[in-house]
């Protein structure tokens, strides 16, 4: 710097100069404009940040107006209890094995534990740690260690809550945005819930190892008690486990979770929440070989859901659904589905456990099934090719490979593998590479023949016991026998479909009389009874049910016509599988339905008789509470409604009593004290058999056969299956209950009147007359006289029921077929010979012209001289269901030569027929025809009706009625009739 004269004059001129002055004015202007414009910048940036962070926060404004019922845990275990209160299951979702507790059930440890390995200051912020959050960045931003948490409990509490379903799969920008919201709603969260409410809550959420929820669930899981009683070191180690329950699980990884939780002791000890001594005595402590042995016995104890369990959630689930119970409530599936596994429901179940675990008892028993156990393959494959396709294989190739259904049932395991490895060489060519990986292939062997029954109060309708299948039970919801394997029922849908509709509806009583004789569907097929081709003529309908008449069910059903019976099966009983075709057609009354029937379902409609005609629908559960405690369903009174009048329901109780007795059933008689009803069904092939039954107290039905409808024997162990189980099932329960011997009460409106054993009707003279019980409103009226026993009928066979010859042994006073069979004699194959109230109706058989020129029985001269005659003749008797009279004959034939034992045949030719080489002159050569029919004795003194000697008509006062066998028409040769209509039954 030049100080002289000069210099300053020259600095003069400088600062004087425009140019220089102009140059430092656009200098300090671009200084200015690049501060503001930096401040420009800034602004606009912190203003579009604000603006961002006010867009994500005011995304979840409607949040922070929820957190009370948001920032909650969700997704709790239900649990389901016996009749009696006992836990019989639980059952979670993925993320639903939390069992909420209240804070007093936490112990302070536990607290403590969290807090000081958490959030050291959470009693001290407002939701958000400025000095975690700083640490954390100061840590990113030194180290690059993006691990250091900086979330509060506050903060995680909202992340397992509000955002539950998202926090897992986001992107990094997502995971800042979610920061953000979770940052604000935690502030407005910490204004509405205390500190200790904020902690409970989320104690009660966070994950505390695979499929373990909340802090009771881990306690109940790692230590096999309730929180409350967990000491500091077990504490500590359920704590350790929230920062990464896959790797701190301390059944898996013993090491890492010791590991941590001596850093939470550590903590905890240097806040303060623990003293030294307590601190060195966590630390010893071994815990992990008690975790290891609760483990142990938690896998040995664990057990998939009984059938009773499964069919108790697809019970509630269709509940939930319904929206006659739920109301405005009603559920999607997928909600319902949610609610039963994840709601937090008590369900108290009607299962009754001393009545279940005896079925499980005798169920679960191998003595108690035939020997010689089948076993059916439950088959999966899958075949990776070096192309990179896939082929996949079930049971449906297997049943192709080997040949169809029978070749699908081995005799042993052995068996199903070494027909497995033949199938597996058929489909995997490992030279061309194909390849079966470790989980591609899946194999079961399934016992058969299978069962199922179902047990149910019917005071209620409440299902108390049920299996639904024989074998170890591996899966939950695996298939149920009881409840989702509809089958064809046999004989035992001719009381709901047929007898019962008929009775109630007022066009049957059990006097009502049919025909038995050759009978035709509609189609034109011949209907089959299952005793053989023999026929029994005119017989009750209590003698249909007592011996499991088909034909005569069959034109009871078409006399009373399908509409009235498809009425009771589908609006009375209720039954869900039932086809518009089968509601039509006649083959239904015996069971020949196209889908099959549920056990669980068709117990509901016995159940329904055995209540005197109320129907419930049949429910596993008694009440249904939500997580709060609210009644969600009731059902400890259930709504009936009546289906059958209560003497409706009493006779057909009645008539089934008999089945016991002396019919079809009478193996299932376990108690000669306890009054037993029901009926036995057997399916065309013998493919499914049952019975249904129950005494006053309870109501069962059981079945049997094979999953895949191979035929059963047509007799023997196998056979009976189902009446063997069902008599075992029920007289254990009745003897373990100490259930009091009853009988069964007839209800007012039940009355005794004597008919006629042939027409049902009001007895005239001729007529073979027989007492029976009536619905006093049902009664034949005074005008309503047989129509049988009318007319001027010659002489008619017992057996045949056609005139009688003159040397015929069975010779009858002759009958009409009831006016009644005019309504269906279409049906018929043979004409009848309808009788009428009044006038002369003699005529069409019964001379000695009309027997030697016309149509007639079979005992004509050259049978009555057969060797051994009265072997044959008794035969007859027997066969044909008169086996109750022979003793009667036997007094009538003496003095008879054939009646010796030596009789060879001779000369028995009565007077005056015509002398033509000892043969008759009509041109029938009946002499070498057999006739003895099949060898099913049909119980021979059983056809009299209730001879049980019980009286239990009207509350045990008089005899029950006891109509008499029916004359038998002449053996006919039936078709074959495997067109599985169902009616091969009994």
Same mark, same amino acid.
């Given at each position: 710097?030049?100080?002289?004269?000069?210099?300053?004059?020259?600095?003069?001129?400088?600062?004087?100069?425009?140019?220089?002055?102009?140059?430092?004015?656009?200098?300090?202007?671009?200084?200015?404009?690049?501060?503001?414009?930096?401040?420009?910048?800034?602004?606009?940036?912190?203003?579009?940040?604000?603006?961002?962070?006010?867009?994500?926060?005011?995304?979840?404004?409607?949040?922070?107006?929820?957190?009370?019922?948001?920032?909650?845990?969700?997704?709790?275990?239900?649990?389901?209890?016996?009749?009696?209160?006992?836990?019989?299951?639980?059952?979670?979702?993925?993320?639903?094995?939390?069992?909420?507790?209240?804070?007093?059930?936490?112990?302070?440890?536990?607290?403590?534990?969290?807090?000081?390995?958490?959030?050291?200051?959470?009693?001290?912020?407002?939701?958000?740690?400025?000095?975690?959050?700083?640490?954390?960045?100061?840590?990113?931003?030194?180290?690059?260690?993006?691990?250091?948490?900086?979330?509060?409990?506050?903060?995680?509490?909202?992340?397992?809550?509000?955002?539950?379903?998202?926090?897992?799969?986001?992107?990094?920008?997502?995971?800042?945005?979610?920061?953000?919201?979770?940052?604000?709603?935690?502030?407005?969260?910490?204004?509405?819930?205390?500190?200790?409410?904020?902690?409970?809550?989320?104690?009660?959420?966070?994950?505390?190892?695979?499929?373990?929820?909340?802090?009771?669930?881990?306690?109940?899981?790692?230590?096999?008690?309730?929180?409350?009683?967990?000491?500091?070191?077990?504490?500590?180690?359920?704590?350790?486990?929230?920062?990464?329950?896959?790797?701190?699980?301390?059944?898996?990884?013993?090491?890492?979770?010791?590991?941590?939780?001596?850093?939470?002791?550590?903590?905890?000890?240097?806040?303060?929440?623990?003293?030294?001594?307590?601190?060195?005595?966590?630390?010893?402590?071994?815990?992990?070989?008690?975790?290891?042995?609760?483990?142990?016995?938690?896998?040995?104890?664990?057990?998939?859901?009984?059938?009773? =369990? !499964? %069919?108790? &959630? *697809?019970?509630?689930?269709? #509940?939930?659904? @319904? $929206?006659?119970?739920?109301?405005?409530?009603?559920?999607?599936?997928?909600?319902?589905?949610?609610?039963?596994?994840?709601?937090?429901?008590?369900?108290?179940?009607?299962?009754?456990?001393?009545?279940?675990?005896?079925?499980?008892?005798?169920?679960?028993?191998?003595?108690?099934?035939?020997?010689?156990?089948?076993?059916?393959?439950?088959?999966?494959?899958?075949?990776?090719?070096?192309?990179?396709?896939?082929?996949?294989?079930?049971?449906?190739?297997?049943?192709?490979?080997?040949?169809?259904?029978?070749?699908?049932?081995?005799?042993?395991?052995?068996? =199903? !593998? %070494?027909? &497995? *490895?033949?199938?597996?060489? #058929?489909?995997? @060519? $490992?030279?061309?590479?194909?390849?079966?990986?470790?989980?591609?292939?899946?194999?079961?062997?399934?016992?058969?023949?299978?069962?199922?029954?179902?047990?149910?109060?019917?005071?209620?309708?409440?299902?108390?016991?049920?299996?639904?299948?024989?074998?170890?039970?591996?899966?939950?919801?695996?298939?149920?026998?009881?409840?989702?394997?509809?089958?064809?029922?046999?004989?035992?849908?001719?009381?709901?479909?047929?007898?019962?509709?008929?009775?109630?509806?007022?066009?049957?009583?059990?006097?009502?009389?049919?025909?038995?004789?050759?009978?035709?569907?509609?189609?034109?097929?011949?209907?089959?009874?299952?005793?053989?081709?023999?026929?029994?003529?005119?017989?009750?309908?209590?003698?249909?049910?007592?011996?499991?008449?088909?034909?005569?069910?069959?034109?009871?059903?078409?006399?009373?016509?399908?509409?009235?019976?498809?009425?009771?099966?589908?609006?009375?009983?209720?039954?869900?599988?039932?086809?518009?075709?089968?509601?039509?057609?006649?083959?239904?009354?015996?069971?020949?339905?196209?889908?099959?029937?549920?056990?669980?379902?068709?117990?509901?409609?016995?159940?329904?008789?055995?209540?005197?005609?109320?129907?419930?629908?049949?429910?596993?559960?008694?009440?249904?509470?939500?997580?709060?405690?609210?009644?969600?369903?009731?059902?400890?009174?259930?709504?009936?409604?009546?289906?059958?009048?209560?003497?409706?329901?009493?006779?057909?109780?009645?008539?089934?009593?008999?089945?016991?007795?002396?019919?079809?059933?009478?193996?299932?008689?376990?108690?000669?004290?306890?009054?037993?009803?029901?009926?036995?069904?057997?399916?065309?092939?013998?493919?499914?058999?049952?019975?249904?039954?129950?005494?006053?107290?309870?109501?069962?039905?059981?079945?049997?056969?094979?999953?895949?409808?191979?035929?059963?024997?047509?007799?023997?162990?196998?056979?009976?299956?189902?009446?063997?189980?069902?008599?075992?099932?029920?007289?254990?329960?009745?003897?373990?209950?100490?259930?009091?011997?009853?009988?069964?009460?007839?209800?007012?409106?039940?009355?005794?009147?004597?008919?006629?054993?042939?027409?049902?009707?009001?007895?005239?003279?001729?007529?073979?007359?027989?007492?029976?019980?009536?619905?006093?409103?049902?009664?034949?009226?005074?005008?309503?006289?047989?129509?049988?026993?009318?007319?001027?009928?010659?002489?008619?066979?017992?057996?045949?029921?056609?005139?009688?010859?003159?040397?015929?042994?069975?010779?009858?006073?002759?009958?009409?077929?009831?006016?009644?069979?005019?309504?269906?004699?279409?049906?018929?194959?043979?004409?009848?010979?309808?009788?009428?109230?009044?006038?002369?109706?003699?005529?069409?058989?019964?001379?000695?012209?009309?027997?030697?020129?016309?149509?007639?029985?079979?005992?004509?001269?050259?049978?009555?001289?057969?060797?051994?005659?009265?072997?044959?003749?008794?035969?007859?008797?027997?066969?044909?269901?008169?086996?109750?009279?022979?003793?009667?004959?036997?007094?009538?034939?003496?003095?008879?030569?054939?009646?010796?034992?030596?009789?060879?045949?001779?000369?028995?030719?009565?007077?005056?027929?015509?002398?033509?080489?000892?043969?008759?002159?009509?041109?029938?050569?009946?002499?070498?025809?057999?006739?003895?029919?099949?060898?099913?004795?049909?119980?021979?003194?059983?056809?009299?009706?209730?001879?049980?000697?019980?009286?239990?008509?009207?509350?045990?006062?008089?005899?029950?009625?006891?109509?008499?066998?029916?004359?038998?028409?002449?053996?006919?040769?039936?078709?074959?009739?495997?067109?599985?209509?169902?009616?091969?039954?009994?």
């Amino acid at each position: 710097m030049n100080y002289g004269k000069r210099g300053i004059i020259s600095q003069a001129r400088v600062l004087s100069s425009g140019t220089d002055k102009w140059g430092k004015k656009v200098g300090l202007l671009g200084f200015y404009s690049l501060i503001s414009g930096v401040l420009a910048v800034a602004i606009i940036g912190a203003s579009a940040g604000l603006g961002v962070f006010m867009g994500i926060k005011d995304q979840v404004n409607d949040y922070a107006d929820r957190l009370e019922t948001l920032a909650v845990p969700k997704g709790f275990s239900t649990f389901v209890l016996d009749s009696e209160g006992n836990q019989i299951a639980k059952l979670d979702a993925a993320d639903s094995n939390r069992v909420v507790v209240t804070a007093d059930k936490i112990p302070e440890n536990m607290s403590n534990a969290f807090v000081a390995l958490e959030d050291e200051r959470f009693y001290e912020h407002n939701g958000i740690d400025i000095h975690g959050i700083i640490r954390a960045g100061f840590k990113a931003l030194s180290s690059g260690d993006m691990s250091q948490g900086a979330s509060t409990i506050t903060q995680q509490l909202i992340k397992n809550t509000v955002f539950s379903e998202t926090w897992t799969n986001e992107s990094k920008l997502e995971k800042i945005k979610r920061k953000i919201q979770e940052q604000f709603l935690a502030v407005e969260l910490e204004k509405q819930q205390s500190k200790d409410e904020i902690l409970v809550n989320y104690m009660n959420t966070i994950a505390l190892g695979q499929s373990v929820y909340g802090v009771q669930a881990a306690a109940k899981t790692y230590f096999g008690k309730d929180v409350q009683d967990l000491d500091l070191s077990e504490c500590a180690v359920i704590a350790g486990i929230t920062q990464n329950p896959s790797k701190y699980d301390p059944r898996r990884h013993p090491e890492n979770n010791k590991e941590k939780r001596n850093i939470v002791l550590d903590k905890m000890l240097d806040q303060g929440y623990i003293k030294q001594e307590e601190y060195d005595i966590a630390k010893s402590d071994d815990i992990y070989d008690r975790i290891k042995s609760v483990n142990e016995e938690t896998d040995q104890n664990k057990k998939v859901n009984s059938y009773f =369990v !499964d %069919a108790l &959630i *697809e019970d509630l689930i269709k #509940s939930l659904m @319904d $929206e006659e119970i739920m109301g405005d409530k009603v559920m999607t599936k997928q909600q319902a589905t949610n609610e039963v596994y994840a709601g937090g429901l008590k369900v108290y179940s009607s299962q009754n456990t001393k009545i279940q675990n005896i079925c499980d008892e005798i169920y679960g028993n191998p003595e108690n099934f035939p020997k010689g156990t089948k076993i059916y393959p439950q088959y999966l494959l899958t075949v990776h090719h070096k192309d990179g396709t896939v082929d996949n294989y079930n049971n449906n190739h297997l049943d192709k490979f080997f040949g169809g259904r029978e070749k699908m049932i081995f005799k042993s395991q052995e068996d =199903v !593998d %070494a027909a &497995i *490895e033949k199938f597996k060489a #058929s489909v995997v @060519d $490992e030279a061309k590479g194909d390849e079966v990986n470790e989980y591609d292939e899946s194999l079961e062997y399934i016992p058969q023949p299978q069962v199922s029954i179902t047990i149910a109060d019917q005071r209620n309708g409440q299902i108390v016991a049920l299996v639904g299948g024989r074998g170890e039970k591996k899966h939950n919801r695996s298939l149920n026998r009881a409840t989702q394997s509809p089958r064809q029922p046999g004989s035992t849908f001719k009381i709901a479909a047929c007898f019962a509709p008929g009775i109630d509806h007022g066009d049957l009583t059990l006097a009502t009389t049919f025909k038995d004789a050759e009978f035709k569907y509609e189609t034109g097929k011949i209907v089959k009874n299952h005793w053989g081709a023999e026929y029994r003529g005119l017989r009750s309908v209590r003698y249909a049910i007592i011996k499991s008449a088909n034909v005569l069910t069959v034109e009871a059903y078409t006399y009373i016509t399908p509409e009235v019976g498809a009425d009771y099966l589908k609006n009375k009983f209720h039954f869900s599988t039932l086809t518009s075709g089968d509601l039509k057609q006649q083959a239904t009354c015996l069971g020949g339905v196209e889908k099959g029937v549920y056990c669980s379902e068709l117990n509901a409609a016995y159940a329904t008789i055995a209540n005197g005609g109320t129907y419930y629908k049949p429910h596993l559960f008694d009440r249904v509470l939500d997580h709060d405690g609210n009644v969600l369903i009731d059902n400890h009174e259930p709504k009936g409604e009546r289906a059958l009048k209560e003497t409706s329901a009493y006779l057909l109780t009645s008539a089934m009593k008999d089945v016991v007795t002396q019919g079809t059933a009478q193996k299932v008689n376990f108690d000669k004290n306890t009054d037993i009803a029901g009926k036995t069904g057997t399916t065309t092939g013998n493919v499914d058999v049952w019975f249904a039954g129950y005494t006053n107290y309870y109501t069962a039905t059981s079945w049997a056969g094979y999953d895949n409808n191979v035929k059963l024997p047509g007799s023997g162990e196998e056979h009976d299956l189902a009446k063997t189980m069902w008599t075992k099932v029920m007289k254990q329960i009745h003897t373990d209950l100490e259930l009091a011997p009853a009988r069964f009460e007839a209800p007012d409106g039940i009355v005794k009147m004597d008919v006629c054993a042939k027409s049902g009707l009001r007895p005239i003279g001729g007529c073979e007359v027989v007492s029976e019980i009536f619905d006093k409103d049902n009664v034949p009226g005074e005008e309503e006289t047989c129509d049988v026993h009318v007319g001027g009928m010659g002489p008619m066979c017992l057996i045949d029921h056609k005139p009688a010859c003159p040397t015929c042994p069975f010779q009858q006073t002759g009958e009409r077929d009831p006016q009644r069979l005019e309504k269906i004699q279409s049906g018929f194959t043979h004409p009848l010979n309808i009788g009428s109230s009044s006038g002369d109706n003699s005529g069409g058989g019964g001379g000695f012209f009309d027997q030697l020129l016309g149509e007639h029985c079979h005992h004509d001269f050259s049978f009555m001289n057969q060797p051994g005659l009265y072997g044959i003749l008794t035969n007859e008797l027997t066969q044909s269901g008169n086996g109750d009279k022979i003793e009667g004959y036997t007094q009538s034939w003496q003095g008879q030569p054939w009646m010796s034992d030596d009789w060879t045949g001779g000369d028995i030719m009565p007077d005056g027929w015509p002398d033509n080489g000892g043969q008759p002159d009509d041109g029938h050569d009946n002499g070498d025809q057999d006739h003895g029919g099949d060898q099913n004795n049909d119980n021979q003194n059983h056809d009299n009706q209730n001879h049980d000697g019980q009286n239990d008509w009207q509350n045990g006062g008089g005899d029950q009625p006891q109509p008499q066998p029916q004359p038998q028409p002449q053996p006919q040769p039936q078709p074959d009739n495997n067109q599985g209509d169902g009616n091969q039954d009994y």
